[in-house]
């Protein structure tokens, strides 16, 4: 049997997502359009600097920051970001973002996940228009953009990743 396109692309963004250097998450992006992959991007420091694997240490897990507080201490650029990053404003208008995470410790993948609001922030500027989120092998969500702005989390104080 023949995998459907979702899960064909939700496949290459797991692959991508084995780049991560992140020690809690390892997410992988892919940003498609016409059944094109116009980006990729996975968890990682920005070019040049050291990744936390190199440093063999995570900063907010020796700091025990829980999950989703503060960002800034964190040495990696989030997946999603890199792949809008390496993308034009025009080649993403109307695509769709496939997006897996993957837990280091375990290879499994995590359901639930989703975007943090600055990266939600990012897809609805690059006027990305529907993200697909892998929770199972075969099992994923799909969430139309326009959903993030007519339920503004901002207002509500409700952050994903």
């Known amino acids: 049997m023949r995998v459907s396109k979702d899960n064909y692309y939700l496949d290459i963004a ?17 940003i498609v359009k016409n059944d094109t992959i116009i980006s990729t991007g996975y968890v990682g420091a920005p070019r040049g600097r050291a990744n936390c694997c190199d440093l063999k240490e995570c900063l907010r897990d020796k700091m025990g920051i829980p999950r989703g507080e503060r960002y800034e201490l964190c040495r990696s650029v989030h997946s999603e970001a890199n792949a809008i990053i ?13 997006m897996a995470c993957i837990s280091p410790q375990t290879g499994e993948f995590v359901s639930g996940t989703n975007s943090c609001a600055m ?19 075969t099992e994923y969500r799909v969430i139309r953009v326009s959903d993030w702005i007519e339920h503004d989390d901002s207002l509500t104080g409700e952050f994903g990743y």
Do not use: H, P
């Open 86 to 98: 390496a993308a034009s404003r025009e080649q993403m208008l109307g695509a769709t973002l496939y």
């Open 14 to 30: 797991a692959t991508v997502a084995e780049r991560g250097t992140c020690f809690r998450k390892w997410y992988g992006t892919i």
């Open 119 to 137: 990266c939600k922030r990012l897809i609805i500027n690059a006027g990305i228009e529907k993200v697909v989120i892998r929770d199972t092998k």
